[in-house]
Nanobody
Framework: QVQLVESGGGLVQAGGSLRLSCAASARTFSNYAMGWCRQAPGKEREIVAAIRWTGGSTHYEDSVKGRFTISRDNAKNTVYLQMNSLKPEDTAVYYC?????????????WGQGTQVTVSS
């Protein structure tokens, strides 16, 4: 069982930055692929960024490439999402997720979500 707790969301103006953090309770955190997903009102949840257990391989959704960076600290059981050059369309609830990579990312555990609001 994995428990995930996000922090770092908030209100920011367009062009600004936020850093999300996700603390995981898993003993074997380093074995899990981790990701950040978001869901805006009326839209489906989408994977924004993901990182394999080694941290050496990452994936980004096209709209955030070059602006968002996912990283992990296995010693601290924490995964981060640095978000720069934020746009109003980035407004959503952001969820931390844990799972595995089996050719694609499959997430089984989810945090409670943190709201990110970008004003124009």
């Amino acid at each position: 069982q994995v428990q995930l707790v996000e922090s770092g969301g908030g209100l920011v103006q367009a062009g600004g930055s936020l850093r999300l953090s996700c603390a995981a309770s898993a003993r074997t955190f380093s074995n899990y692929a981790m990701g950040w997903c978001r869901q805006a009102p009326g839209k489906e949840r989408e994977i924004v960024a993901a990182i394999r257990w080694t941290g050496g391989s990452t994936h980004y959704e096209d709209s955030v490439k070059g602006r968002f960076t996912i990283s992990r600290d296995n010693a601290k059981n924490t995964v981060y999402l640095q978000m720069n050059s934020l746009k109003p369309e980035d407004t959503a609830v952001y969820y931390c997720a844990a799972g595995k990579y089996i050719g694609s990312y499959v997430f089984n555990y989810w945090g409670q979500g943190t709201q990110v609001t970008v004003s124009s």
